[in-house]
């Protein structure tokens, strides 16, 4: 039986199947209370009878265990043993099957294929117990001949095998369909709820990286003027000593250079900083991306990294800041080769794989892409993934933390959202979401 109003619809999880079992266990118990009250109905001395009973009665008690064993299987072998079972209790409890009084047992199969199988399972199968009462007219007419009223008789209780059969059905099948409702508004439930956390996780690091924009900004302008200062100084300095103080000279060009580093990092606050005025147009992302690997191996002309592309087909233009986009990824692709060269020098003998893959994206209602960047390095540990897109962060001896707060800062303001993923012990793998359009 493949069609789907047959078969059990067996998709719900092991957590709702075992409260759909439990709620299951006082119906046991009913049936338990009518096979033993029929066991006190005479004929009492009926052996026979007393042990089809029995076996319904542990039938009924391991029937979970079976279809918990056989999913597939088991409701059919359930039901297939109830309808022998009580075709044998009514062929020990009367002269002639067919007007033994215990003929109400053939509910037990027709209301456990109820409770198992769709509308149309469920009719075959009350079909199937109603064939196997009527059987016992063979026999009968044999002797005898069926009166008017006998026929009446038998197709009442046969209709009221169908009756009871629907409408146990019913209520099992509208059961089912609350039950499915239910799960799917949980569901539901829980993604909005992850949305509602990330939106405040997001709000929350928006207001600390205003805060700390707005300070940045003030600490960048007031140390940039002397730095102005200074570094003319000792230029002049490095120029009037070159030929007659050369000691003097070189300390003069060490002032130098440290100011130019003074004033990058400045620089860079002031990126933090300023607010994003985003040049938008329509890309492919995917041309973007490969001008800031050719920029970073520029950088890195020896690094034997293997570089794995996997860019889907059919990728949508999006609506970006080329330049600010660019430096998303340069910083991302720069951050892996870093890492995996220093996983290298740590002596990780594994290969250094740098995998780029761009695929279409759904998030929030929002169509894009997603741009992954995954490395082969030493990964970054659980507990300081919530941290690395704080601003002032660093893992690095050199480093200033500003680069992936800067990265973030970008992302946010195209209306995207970037992740670091569960990937250790085998690297980073840092996930940017951008929607075809911010607004």
Request: charged share 20%; with cysteine; proline share 5%.
């Amino acid at each position: 039986m493949n069609s789907p109003w047959i078969r059990v619809r067996w998709g719900l999880s092991r957590e709702m199947l075992d409260r759909k079992r439990s709620a299951m266990d006082w119906i046991d118990a009913v049936w338990l209370l009518f096979i033993a009250g029929l066991a006190f109905l005479p004929p009492i001395n009926e052996v026979h009878k007393q042990l089809i009973l029995i076996a319904f009665a542990l039938f009924q008690l391991f029937e979970g265990k079976l279809v918990a064993r056989l999913p597939h299987e088991g409701p059919t072998i359930s039901v297939g043993i109830k309808i022998v079972l009580a075709t044998l209790l009514l062929d020990h409890t009367g002269e002639m099957g067919i007007n033994s009084p215990y003929y109400p047992i053939y509910y037990l199969p027709v209301i456990t294929a109820a409770i198992y199988y769709g509308p149309i399972g469920t009719l075959l199968w009350s079909s199937v117990a109603s064939l196997a009462y009527c059987s016992f007219l063979i026999s009968a007419l044999e002797e005898y001949e069926i009166t008017p009223e006998a026929e009446g008789l038998l197709a009442l209780r046969i209709l009221f095998f169908f009756l009871v059969a629907i409408l146990v059905n019913r209520f099992v099948v509208e059961n089912r369909r609350q039950v499915a409702r239910y799960q799917e508004l949980s569901q539901t439930l829980e993604e909005t709820n992850r949305q509602l956390q990330r939106a405040e996780a997001d709000a929350r690091r928006s207001e600390r990286l205003a805060a700390l924009g707005q300070m940045s900004a003030g600490l960048a302008h007031e140390i940039r003027n002397p730095l102005g200062v200074i570094k003319g100084s000792a230029e002049m300095l490095v120029q009037k000593l070159k030929d007659a103080q050369p000691l003097e000279s070189e300390l003069a060009g060490y002032i130098f250079s440290e100011v130019n580093r003074l004033n990058a990092l400045v620089a860079r606050f002031l990126d933090f900083a300023r607010p994003s005025n985003l040049e938008l147009r329509p890309l492919q992302i995917a041309s973007v991306l490969d001008r800031a690997l050719d920029s970073v191996q520029a950088q890195s002309p020896d690094a034997k990294v293997r570089v794995e592309r996997h860019y889907g087909s059919g990728l949508p233009n999006i609506l970006v800041d080329e330049q600010l986009c660019e430096s998303v990824f340069v910083n991302l692709i720069h951050n892996a080769y870093q890492a995996m060269d220093a996983a290298h020098a740590a002596g990780d003998a594994r290969e250094r794989v740098l995998r780029l893959r761009i695929a279409p994206e759904s998030s929030s209602g929002r169509a894009g892409v997603v741009i992954t960047v995954e490395d082969t390095g030493p990964g970054v540990p659980a507990e300081l993934r919530e941290q690395i897109f704080n601003p002032f962060y660093t893992s690095k001896k050199d480093g200033v933390g500003l680069g992936l707060a800067i990265v973030a800062k970008i992302v946010d303001g195209h209306r995207g959202w970037i992740k670091l993923d569960d990937n250790s012990p085998h690297g980073a793998r840092f996930r940017v979401f951008l929607p075809s359009s911010p607004a």
